[in-house]
């Protein structure tokens, strides 16, 4: 009898850990199934964003050229018209919503490993000099300016996030290639004074290179 109980008991034992091993397929089966379906629903949902994205970008290239033919047609008419005219042509420039070309100056940044007194050169003061390069080229009346081909518009900044430099929520990485449209020499003058921003940086923590061109181009923000 007792033998009997034993058997019973070992039979009851390797029926119930069949039992679960089978819920336990069967949920797994469920659950890879429920991961297949949301990850197709998610593909379905990336493809559409990617194709409404594709249709605003090419609705907005149809509205800048529109823009621009009611530009010059108003410029043809008489010299108020003109003086609207490159209003708006000065203020889409501004809020980096065309692309832009005309002379100006090209500045090359590659920072130092170690400052002048031996601290190491840090993403904090890479940011401050990026930020103070901008300002200067802004006060000698820069059009438009990108960093690394991002176009750094009206409301745009450059921040340190997690020790990261960021503009607008993009991470940009050394060297850093910063573009100015503008009158060129106003503008080289006002970078290479004595005791400006390029000398203190140069003497400090980087290595700096300031290229006059005829003719630069900037595209359009990719933020906009």
């Known amino acids: 009898m007792k033998k009997l109980s034993k058997y019973l008991g070992v039979a009851f034992f390797l029926v119930s850990f069949a039992i679960t091993v089978q819920v336990r397929i069967t949920n797994d089966s469920s659950s890879t199934a429920s991961q297949e379906k949301i990850a197709t629903k998610l593909k379905d949902e990336i493809f559409e ?77 890479i940011t401050k000099d990026l930020i103070d390069i901008v300002n200067e080229l802004k006060n000698a009346g820069a059009e438009a300016i990108s960093i690394n081909n991002y176009r750094f518009g009206n409301n745009s900044s450059i921040e340190m996030e997690k020790n990261s430099i960021v503009i607008d929520g993009e991470k940009i990485k050394a060297p850093f290639t910063i573009k100015a449209i503008g009158n060129s020499e106003t503008m080289n003058s006002s970078l290479i004074r004595p005791g400006g921003t390029i000398e203190l940086i140069k003497m400090d923590r980087a290595k700096i290179e300031l290229i006059i061109s005829k003719e630069i181009k900037i595209s359009k923000s990719i933020n906009m």
């Open 49 to 125: 964003l990617n194709s409404e994205n594709e249709k605003l970008e090419r609705k907005l290239d149809s509205l800048d050229k529109s823009l621009e033919t009611i530009r010059n047609k108003a410029s043809e008419n008489d010299s108020s018209n003109l003086e609207k005219s490159n209003l708006i042509k000065k203020y889409t420039i501004f809020c980096s919503k065309t692309d832009v070309k005309g002379q100006g100056m090209t500045i090359k940044y590659y920072p130092n490993e170690y400052r002048a007194n031996g601290d190491k050169v840090s993403n904090s003061d």
